[in-house]
């Protein structure tokens, strides 16, 4: 059973950076397509960003140009760069499987991020 966990959100102004990562166990990563997604409160949780296992990556019109979703598949982590942050990006963030799959593994415990002067 693969395990994620997710980390590194935060209280961030306007404009400013924050850099999550997903850790996940088990050794079936590298050849599965991971996404971030983000749930905000009375909404419904949407993709972020996906990465295929070839690093082609797709991103919501949303944040694009301004999150890079990256990945390292010998430490099996998955990073969320995000910058220009709007308050609009507050979520609960989380990592998963790509949006194609066929079935997503247990979801972790999220990362809160927070945009507020």
């Known amino acids: 059973q693969v395990q994620l966990v997710e980390s590194g959100g935060g209280l961030v102004q306007p404009g400013g950076s924050l850099r999550l990562s997903c850790a996940a166990s088990g050794s079936i990563f590298s050849i599965a397509a991971m996404g971030w997604y983000r749930q905000a409160p009375g909404k419904q949780r949407e993709l972020v960003a996906s990465i295929t296992n070839t690093a082609s990556t797709n991103y919501a019109d949303s944040v694009k140009g301004r999150f890079t979703i990256s990945r390292d598949n010998a430490k099996n982590t998955v990073y969320l760069q995000m910058n220009s942050l709007k308050p609009e990006d507050t979520a609960v963030y989380y990592c998963?499987?790509?949006?194609?799959?066929?079935?997503?593994?247990?979801w972790g415990q999220g990362t809160q991020v927070t945009v507020s002067s």
């Open positions: 998963n499987k790509g949006p194609r799959s066929s079935y997503f593994w247990p």
